[in-house]
Nanobody, 125 residues
Framework: VQLQASGGGLVQPGGSLTLSCVAS????????VAWFRQIPGMERNFVAA????????RYTDSVKGRFTISRDNAKNTVYLQMNNLRPEDAAVYYC???????????????????WGLGTLVTVSS
């Protein structure tokens, strides 16, 4: 599976962006998909995840109420809608997917098999 993240860019504080993670090589159906973010020199941190049945969704506390993860299996795409962006949300965002990620393990980056290249989100006035 090849994952391609896109949609990053420069936005002012309070603005919105929608990131997309498109898969090729196989369907995302049946895979859990997550978004992580990383600031250069720091560890990669969990942002949001959706399990393979779309029944389990998890967010890191700092984005709850502002970010929404969703999937469109017909388009083989997972989205991350980001509203009310803050300067601390700035990072490189990565999407990841895995076939055997149980709901209780959605936040664990080691649980994911496939990773895409990141897309840069900059939040600045």
């Amino acid at each position: 599976v090849q994952l391609q993240a896109s949609g990053g860019g420069l936005v002012q504080p309070g603005g919105s962006l929608t990131l997309s993670c498109v898969a090729s090589g196989r369907t995302l159906r049946g895979l859990a998909v997550a978004w992580f973010r990383q600031i250069p020199g720091m560890e990669r941190n969990f942002v949001a995840a959706i399990d393979r049945n779309s029944a389990g969704i998890r967010y890191t506390d700092s984005v709850k109420g502002r970010f929404t993860i969703s999937r469109d299996n017909a388009k083989n795409t997972v989205y991350l809608q980001m509203n009310n962006l803050r300067p601390e949300d700035a990072a490189v965002y990565y999407c990841a997917a895995g076939p055997s990620v149980i709901t209780s393990n959605l936040r664990n980056p080691s649980a994911y098999t496939y990773w895409g290249l990141g897309t840069l989100v900059t939040v600045s006035s």
